[in-house]
């Protein structure tokens, strides 16, 4: 009779799981949420793990109350989701998201309770939950935290309607077919005058064709590859540079010069973001004698001459015509800028980026290994020769009396400062203008010298006919979080009392943006030192004051613990515990041991090696930038030697990971470990809520921002690894530049959903977008051969973002007529 009481033992059966699932998500809050309250956190977790446990015990025995309770949880959640979010989207995902299914499920489970209720009212109840279900889903496609524009866009302004001449030198001012440096120019413009794809035509863009370099690393691939573009040839390198020359036109290859870096080479990423364009004056000396079998000799060699560096410390450069290296360059077409660092284990000292040739005088940087010790190789800055590839000059901040090589006996000063990404010249004033970065050992300041506290984190400007520092700006005061300079400065014409003033755009990983004459280093708009967090295992060397620009700036404001995020209420909880327990007094907060600090923005910017691109006739700034926090441990020496943790000459393999995960740096007391992005080891989302990266565009004159919008998609990311292939514009993580045209089109890839972008430059709306067959981690470059114009990508994906793997170089253009 007990039986047959219940006709329907089977849907019982499915009351009583629900009622397990229910009863055990109380259990986790209830456990979860009474630790976050007793950090001072919420109190909501523990409020509704009390009422879903008892909601689940009664469930579980088929009570009605179990069905009130969990109601009375369910409005709850509904009211403090409101006061803690507001009309924030992505606030209410992880807040309502589970609650909504477990409450359909129950829903339609009414009927089966002690005391059943109807299954009209069921019916109803799991009706209206699908319904906010659905409609929640199909919001997530709507972009969410959109700054729309207003106001007049600036109008473009030509030297026909009173526009005031360039600052600039003929020589930074290419063929407008032309894309003659990394960004374009070596004012780093990253703007093409070129206007036959516009706004109307551009959803006609179709692939015009297709080359692949054959060169993809299985480990740390991430080519950041420009292509440079000079007459009908196209010039760019590979991931471990090789060096290849294409026909504009077509695609095809015309030759390659391949320098052999051995994989042990390859420092934190397998990059090689251009090569640099020389065209030997006629008066020069030295070009076109004798050389090696299988070296340009002839007196026409090498007039036009194409240089890199490599992941291995060598510049080497080529004739433009052939790809034979040059003789009277160097030994054979190359030059080790090592000589005089001492030791330089393989991986330790690579040149990532283009060097930048100025009057004559190729000056280059190069990357230092991050994290592995206190005394690596130097971060010296060298010019060389553009012809003869002899060392003109060296700047050792250290040894400022230096003006070449080290004398006998003696190294470059280890430890220094480095500049790693990519500089910008002034021919007319005869200035470099290099982003510098950190000392090694970036979260470690104590046995800094005072030359490396003046000189870190800054922009400096040295004569390149003395290699002498003008001025320095600085941009981080003794710097503990890797907020070393990653962006391109970019060379402008400042609108200032009615008329413009020759000045550099210098953004920052912080996202502030400076605007600084670039004869000087002084500010033309005001930059403000304001107090922050101090403390910290060095609390003796920080700096009570860092600067903030008030022209403008990428950061958002600090976080809190409304901020943090997941899928569900229960990883959101972990992320709020973390949060409760890390230090966080907002941006500069100083590293830790004892426990985890918070760094945001984190060290990925902000803004990147991607820079920014400006268009200088509407006088409008376009920056994608970066919006996510690291989570940062610095780790007692002891505790770090007995984890292993050993510089990468003394470790066996390949140590993988994020760069700053489990850095040893040696000769500090502290090894650290970052979690760049702040990400769950479980779920592998991040802990800050949606966006996690954007696409500004800035009025030059005033900082006004004109539109703000997400950037990137949530096609190749999801939970657990797994990419979702949804069109939701999340804004993601992106790394690369974009380029604006003026065809008022901004092109850009950079995401992590593998697409390339046209972007209206007025709106911000995207006008058309192809898929890439590998990740586009690198910015694209413009120009016109044979009267037609060209959109060019390199597709080689990234292992920091985790996007595919590749070796494609993609053009588009319109459809030939």
């Known amino acids: 009779?007990?039986?047959?009481?219940?006709?329907?033992?089977?849907?019982?059966?499915?009351?009583?799981?629900?009622?397990?699932?229910?009863?055990?998500?109380?259990?986790?809050?209830?456990?979860?949420?009474?630790?976050?309250?007793?950090?001072?956190?919420?109190?909501?977790?523990?409020?509704?793990?009390?009422?879903?446990?008892?909601?689940?015990?009664?469930?579980?025995?088929?009570?009605?109350?179990?069905?009130?309770?969990?109601?009375?949880v369910f409005v709850g959640t509904l009211l403090w989701t409101w006061w803690e979010s507001g009309g924030d989207y992505w606030r209410w995902v992880p807040r309502l998201g589970l609650i909504v299914v477990l409450g359909f499920v129950l829903a339609l489970l009414l009927p089966r309770l002690e005391r059943p209720l109807s299954r009209s009212v069921s019916r109803t109840l799991a009706g209206a939950l699908a319904i906010v279900f659905v409609a929640a889903f199909v919001l997530a496609f709507v972009p969410h935290g959109v700054t729309a524009a207003e106001g007049a866009f600036p109008a473009a302004v030509t030297a026909a309607a009173g526009a005031a001449p360039s600052s600039l030198s003929p020589a930074d001012r290419p063929a407008d077919a032309d894309w003659a440096?990394?960004?374009?120019?070596?004012?780093?413009?990253?703007?093409?005058?070129?206007?036959?794809?516009?706004?109307?035509?551009?959803?006609?863009?179709?692939?015009?064709?297709?080359?692949?370099?054959?060169?993809?690393?299985?480990k740390r691939w991430g080519a950041e590859t420009t292509p440079i573009k000079i007459g009908d040839n196209l010039y760019l390198c590979s991931a471990r540079n090789q060096m290849i020359s294409l026909d504009a036109r077509t695609g095809k290859e015309r030759w390659r010069y391949d320098p052999k870096?051995?994989?042990?080479?390859?420092?934190?990423?397998?990059?090689?973001?251009?090569?640099?364009?020389?065209?030997?004056?006629?008066?020069?000396?030295?070009?076109?004698?004798?050389?090696?079998?299988?070296v340009a000799a002839d007196a026409s060699a090498c007039r036009a001459r194409v240089i890199e560096g490599t992941l291995d410390g060598r510049l080497i450069a080529v004739d433009a015509a052939t790809g034979k290296p040059c003789a009277d360059f160097g030994n054979?077409?190359?030059?080790?800028?090592?000589?005089?660092?001492?030791?330089?284990?393989?991986?330790?000292?690579?040149?990532?980026?283009p060097p930048t040739i100025v009057r004559g005088v190729i000056v280059t940087g190069h990357q230092v290994l991050d994290g592995q010790m206190r005394y690596e190789p130097s971060g010296v800055i060298q010019g060389f020769d553009a012809v003869t590839g002899q060392l003109r000059w060296a700047w050792d901040m250290t040894h400022p009396d230096w003006n070449g090589?080290?004398?006998?006996?003696?190294?470059?000063?280890?430890?220094?400062?480095?500049?790693?990404?990519?500089?910008?010249?002034?021919?007319?004033?005869?200035?470099?203008?290099?982003?510098?970065?950190?000392?090694?050992?970036?979260?470690?300041?104590s046995s800094r010298t005072a030359p490396e506290n003046h000189y870190a984190t800054s922009l400096v400007a040295l004569d390149v006919t003395t290699g002498k520092p003008v001025w320095n700006f600085q941009t981080t005061h003794i710097d503990v979080w890797d907020y070393d300079l990653g962006s391109q400065p970019t060379l402008v014409d400042f609108p200032q009392d009615g008329g413009s003033v020759p000045a550099v755009i210098l953004p920052s990983k912080q996202?502030?943006?400076?605007?600084?004459?670039?004869?000087?280093?002084?500010?033309?708009?005001?930059?403000?030192?304001?107090?922050?967090?101090?403390?910290?295992?060095?609390?003796?060397?920080?700096?009570?004051?860092?600067?903030?620009?008030?022209?403008?700036?990428?950061?958002?404001?600090?976080?809190?613990?409304?901020?943090?995020?997941?899928?569900t209420l229960i990883d959101q909880l972990v992320c709020r515990i973390q949060f409760r327990k890390a230090s966080y007094q907002g941006i500069y907060t100083p590293p830790e041991a004892g426990r985890h600090s918070i760094e945001y923005p984190g060290y990925n910017g902000g803004s990147d090696w991607g820079g920014v691109a400006v268009d200088p006739q509407r006088g409008v700034i376009v920056a994608n930038y970066n919006d996510m926090p690291n989570y940062n441990l610095l780790v007692p020496?002891?505790?770090?030697?007995?984890?292993?943790?050993?510089?990468?000459?003394?470790?066996?393999?390949?140590?993988?990971g994020a760069e700053g995960a489990g850095d040893p740096q040696v000769g500090t007391p502290y090894a650290i470990n970052v979690n760049a992005g702040w990400r769950l080891p479980f779920t592998q989302l991040l802990c800050k809520q949606p966006p996690y990266g954007g696409i500004r565009a800035i009025e030059l004159k005033t900082g006004r921002t004109l539109w703000d919008r997400p950037?990137?998609?949530?096609?190749?990311?999801?939970?657990?690894?797994?990419?979702?292939?949804?069109?939701?514009e999340i804004g993601t993580p992106n790394n690369g530049g974009s380029v604006v045209t003026a065809g008022g089109l901004i092109f850009i890839a950079a995401a992590t959903d593998d697409l390339i972008r046209a972007i209206d430059l007025e709106t911000g709306k995207t006008l058309w977008h192809a898929r890439l067959p590998a990740g586009g981690q690198a910015s694209p470059m413009v120009y016109e051969v044979g009267g037609r114009q060209y959109l060019v990508i390199m597709a080689g994906g990234h292992h920091f973002m985790e996007t595919p793997a590749g070796d494609y170089v993609i053009a588009y253009a319109l459809p030939q007529r």
């Not at 950037?711 to 939701?728: C, E, H, Q, T």
């Open 332 to 353: 054979d077409g190359q030059v080790d800028i090592t000589v005089g660092m001492g030791e330089t284990p393989p991986g330790y000292v690579s040149i990532n980026s």
């Open 637 to 656: 020496r002891a505790k770090a030697d007995a984890m292993g943790w050993a510089p990468r000459d003394d470790v066996r393999g390949d140590m993988g």
């Open 405 to 445: 090589a080290p004398p006998p006996g003696q190294s470059w000063t280890r430890g220094t400062p480095n500049m790693w990404t990519v500089a910008a010249g002034d021919e007319q004033l005869g200035y470099v203008y290099l982003p510098m970065g950190n000392s090694s050992a970036d979260y470690w300041s």
């Open 1 to 72: 009779m007990a039986i047959s009481a219940r006709p329907y033992p089977r849907v019982y059966w499915a009351l009583r799981v629900l009622g397990s699932v229910i009863a055990l998500l109380g259990v986790v809050l209830l456990a979860g949420g009474g630790w976050l309250a007793a950090l001072g956190g919420s109190w909501y977790y523990l409020l509704a793990g009390v009422g879903l446990a008892i909601s689940g015990v009664l469930l579980f025995r088929g009570r009605n109350a179990g069905a009130g309770w969990f109601a009375l």
């Open 181 to 218: 440096a990394y960004g374009r120019n070596n004012a780093g413009e990253r703007y093409s005058p070129l206007r036959q794809i516009d706004r109307d035509n551009v959803a006609q863009l179709q692939e015009a064709w297709e080359f692949r370099t054959g060169d993809t690393p299985s």
């Open 511 to 567: 996202g502030e943006i400076y605007v600084l004459d670039r004869r000087s280093g002084k500010p033309l708009v005001g930059v403000e030192e304001r107090p922050v967090p101090g403390g910290g295992m060095e609390p003796h060397t920080r700096s009570r004051t860092q600067p903030f620009s008030l022209y403008h700036t990428l950061r958002k404001p600090d976080l809190s613990e409304r901020d943090m995020w997941g899928i």
């Open 711 to 728: 950037f990137g998609s949530a096609r190749g990311n999801g939970p657990f690894g797994i990419r979702s292939g949804l069109p939701i």
């Open 261 to 294: 870096v051995a994989d042990d080479a390859i420092p934190y990423t397998a990059a090689c973001r251009g090569v640099s364009y020389y065209e030997v004056p006629a008066a020069a000396p030295g070009a076109g004698t004798e050389g090696a079998a299988g």
